[in-house]
DNA sequence: CGGCAAAAGTGGCATATGCCACTAATTGAA
DNA sequence: TTCAATTAGTGGCATATGCCACTTTTGCCG
């Protein structure tokens, strides 16, 4: 039956990586939807949460994502008044963000769900295995992989 | 300096596997852009050409994907001419997919391109390791969870 | 055979992400 | 001080994904 997923296929490292995150996305997704939350929002909410009034790049850094994704993703939050930005005082290019006081109370309100799902995958895989998973995958994701194509500068 | 990522927020599971997988997405993309095609509609075609004219669903769920996001997914490469569909004899609503010629050889282009970045990461983490952690995904993909809120019918 | 429930897709709507081009604010010289 | 280069975001465009409602086929049952 599911013969169709080739062994050969997945061994591409990134279709491997997508495969897994759709599974887990809908499953967190289904956990926090009661708050009207997706995974990722929650996710961005907590970010933002647990940084101090962090500048949008700094966001974007710490996530690893464009800029210009996560402004878009932000924008959902910022139309339900979960989040609101403003100008840095030192640099003016700098927008700042933090929680309103309705996106600490949704926040908190998600964190409940997030963790009844986090509690069963850790469950499930075992909390030692969950952390040796998260650990390999931060260690991919700070590889800092590039293609060849814009040869060093030095 | 990346103190903004606090040791306490990747404890989320699905946040540290989307982060991996928005990392190394990159990374895949920009190897195959030279073709054209993006690391998912690299993954799709390789799908379709390993499976048999296989079916939307079957597709999908391999990939563990929704249905209509591969519709979604299919169109622009029905539009650029990579694959075609056509309908099941037996099962007209059953609709199949398959590689058109120019499909294929846009596929073996890509694949050339997507062996350099695949080597790259073996390279880095080894193969050994590569394999332990798409195993590890593959598991995680595999769970089949799902949060209790549709209590079982009976 | 008629009709209803299940199966397979489609289309619409919304979020998630990226890249590129462009604007505003700074910084670092000349 | 003035202007070019750099930095931080924005807006537009395109793909990636999901959910839901709806249509077409099947399959099955009385």
């Known amino acids: 039956m599911t013969e169709a997923r080739m062994p050969g296929f ?3 490292n990134n279709a491997t990586l997508r495969r897994a995150a759709r599974s887990l996305g809908r499953f967190y997704d289904d956990a926090v939807a009661p708050s009207g939350l997706k995974g990722t929002q929650f996710g961005l909410l907590f970010q933002i949460h647990v940084s101090s009034e962090p500048a949008m790049g700094t966001i974007a850094e710490a996530l690893i994502m464009d800029l ?3 402004g878009h993703t932000l924008k959902p939050l910022i139309r339900d008044g979960y989040i609101e930005t ?5 640099d003016r290019r700098v927008k700042r ?3 309103t006081p ?9 964190i409940k769900l997030w963790s009844v799902a986090q509690q069963q995958f850790e469950d499930k895989v075992g909390a030692e295995q969950a952390a040796k ?7 991919v994701a700070d590889l800092n992989l590039e293609m060849p194509t814009a040869a060093p500068s030095n």
């Open 10 to 12: 997945s061994r591409c």
């Open 86 to 90: 403003f100008a840095d005082k030192e």
């Open 133 to 139: 998973l998260r650990a390999a995958l931060d260690a």
């Open 97 to 99: 963000v933090r929680l």
């Open 68 to 70: 210009s994704a996560l």
């Open 102 to 110: 309705q996106g600490e109370v949704k926040l908190d309100e998600a």
